[in-house]
């Protein structure tokens, strides 16, 4: 088959531009449509494990993106009181399991600007402030109609891939369930120019620091540090983001502290959500659109942009001759995958942060340290974290 039109891609972020990058470089046309004028600049996920670097070779970006990022060789686990290292694990475990053995540390905002031009390069249009207003399926083809700043447009396609985030229009609009739960507690992220590492002696550049009642994740980044604290249940929001009580906060849990500038803050929910179909006759989901998740662990953006790989691969092996429903086998198994194992993993991470009962907390830490002392079960840990276990994509 030889699609005698575009595939629509809607949303501009990391997988919505995957996708598009992919086709492109598989010389599938497509197009990419997003409803805001300019890329998103607002601070998102920023980890990029190594499978992903793995499509991003594929792809020829994973040099620009890597010059944008921040290295990450150590992944530890601590106890907030007493204060205390609890595993320590070493990314030269996973060093000859892929060329990238390291979790990579980029705003995806950067990330995005790496991609789109080229997804541009690669022969794929790119259509900013392009609102989808609705679409429908013609059985053969798709018709999706925007609103622009040059008025209405209507717009035909092949197919129509819904990665416009997990508020996804293209999912309301197909009425797909969006079954899940959305975590009781709320999110504080402080972005400062602090220098941690002299702060806790010994960290590595990226920490979860366990506390049932207010636990901690560092996060370096090559310009900032990403400092999520879990907020407590009666505090308002309002007092909580005032700039003093954000300064209180970050020494209440460092101690003294030089002068820092607060670069950004951000306070948000988390939700774990999978739509309950991935596919509708030509109109598909992938990335937040499809699953949302914990993002303790940085497999949100990462997995959707596997998303990407994959639904690329069986629109590559459709226009090779197989039959429609070779998508079938994406939406199957990927949704598997987010709930199966993205999921799963996700939720565990969370209930490690939050684990009250002593004898729970002291079985965890003991995993923990085991595995990370132990060479075998260290690359183990270290393949399931960094999404190497189950490559998916195909």
């Known amino acids: 088959m030889i699609f005698q039109k575009p595939i629509l891609i809607i949303g501009a972020g990391p997988v919505g531009l995957s996708l598009g990058l992919a086709l492109g470089r598989a010389g599938i046309p497509a197009q990419v449509f997003e409803a805001d004028a300019e890329l998103n600049t607002q601070i998102r996920a920023s980890t990029f494990h190594p499978p992903t670097l793995e499509l991003f070779a594929q792809w020829g970006v994973v040099e620009e993106v890597i010059r944008h990022g921040y290295k990450v060789d150590r992944l530890q686990y601590w106890e907030r009181d007493p204060r205390r290292v609890v595993a320590d694990f070493d990314y030269s475990a996973i060093a000859n399991d892929t060329p990238y053995p390291y979790r990579l540390q980029c705003p995806q905002h950067i990330a995005t600007r790496v991609l789109k031009p080229a997804v541009e390069a690669a022969g794929i249009p790119m259509h900013m402030a392009h609102r989808l207003i609705d679409f429908t399926d013609d059985g053969d083809g798709v018709t999706a109609r925007f609103e622009t700043p040059d008025g209405p447009k209507t717009v035909q396609g092949a197919y129509l891939c819904g990665a416009d985030g997990s508020h996804s229009t293209v999912r309301k609009q197909l009425g797909v369930g969006f079954q899940g739960k959305t975590y009781e507690d709320r999110f504080l992220l402080i972005g400062t120019d602090l220098q941690t590492g002299d702060l806790l002696p010994g960290a590595a550049q990226v920490c979860y620091i366990f506390d049932p009642r ?181």
């Open 214 to 394: 207010e636990w901690v994740i560092i996060l370096n980044l090559p310009d900032i540090v990403r400092i999520v604290f879990r907020m407590r249940d009666n505090e308002e929001e309002s007092i909580a983001l005032q700039e003093d009580n954000l300064r209180a906060r970050v020494a209440g849990f460092f101690g003294p502290v030089p002068p820092f500038n607060i670069k950004t803050t951000q306070l948000y929910r988390v939700h774990q959500r999978v739509a309950d179909s991935f596919k509708i006759g030509r109109v598909l989901l992938l990335g937040d659109a499809a699953h949302n998740n914990n993002p303790s662990g940085g497999m949100g953006m990462n997995s959707g942009i596997h998303d990407a790989a994959n639904l690329a691969e069986k629109f590559t092996r459709l226009v090779q001759g197989e039959p429609d429903s070779v998508l079938d086998e994406y939406a199957s198994q990927r949704r598997e995958y987010a709930v199966q194992s993205v999921q799963l993993y996700t939720d565990q991470q969370y209930n490690n942060m939050v684990m009250e009962d002593e004898q729970a907390r002291q079985a965890r830490n003991d995993s923990l340290s085991g595995a990370a002392s132990d060479p075998e079960r260290a690359r183990a840990y270290l393949l399931r974290a960094s999404m190497l276990e189950d490559r998916i994509f195909s």
